[in-house]
């Protein structure tokens, strides 16, 4: 099984960062730390920071992330072209709406999660490490439409 999965990058944040998140969507945080790995060039104070994370929670998401140590690799803020997408169906609307709420703590640029002109509830922020995030999850109305749609094409 091939799998896509948002990799975010750090100054030195991962850590805090990918424990908040885990409080929004729940799961397992992992952690590898650059000075677990043998590295001779390995700047100081970077040893505790955190070379590749990652959080999978029970949904089956996997979110992976890493710190940038200033002089050892270039940092990438996170961009306004890229947006972590959380969606789902009606089913899923409790679980959402609770991600979004949590998330929404410190974000800014924030567009309440609610019923959208198409039919579905949806809502975005970016988070307080600038990291821009979308939500959608279906209604049964709208999912009835997009069955009755599938049944006439």
Known sequence: MVNLNPYLSFRTETREALEFY???????VEV???????MPDLPQGAEN???HGSLTTEHGLTLMAA????????YEAPSGGVTVALT????DREYIAA????????????LPFEPAPWGDVYGSLKDKY????????GTPESEAAAAQAGQQG
Do not use: H, N, Q
């Open 99 to 110: 991600a979004y709420e949590k998330l929404s703590e410190g974000a800014s640029d924030v």
């Open 130 to 137: 600038g990291v821009s995030w979308m939500f959608d999850c």
């Open 88 to 91: 789902g169906g009606s089913a």
């Open 49 to 51: 920071l955190v070379m």
């Open 32 to 38: 590898m730390p650059f000075g677990d790995m043998p």
């Open 22 to 28: 885990r409080t929004a969507l729940g799961g397992t």
């Open 67 to 74: 710190d940038s140590p200033e002089g050892m690799m270039p």
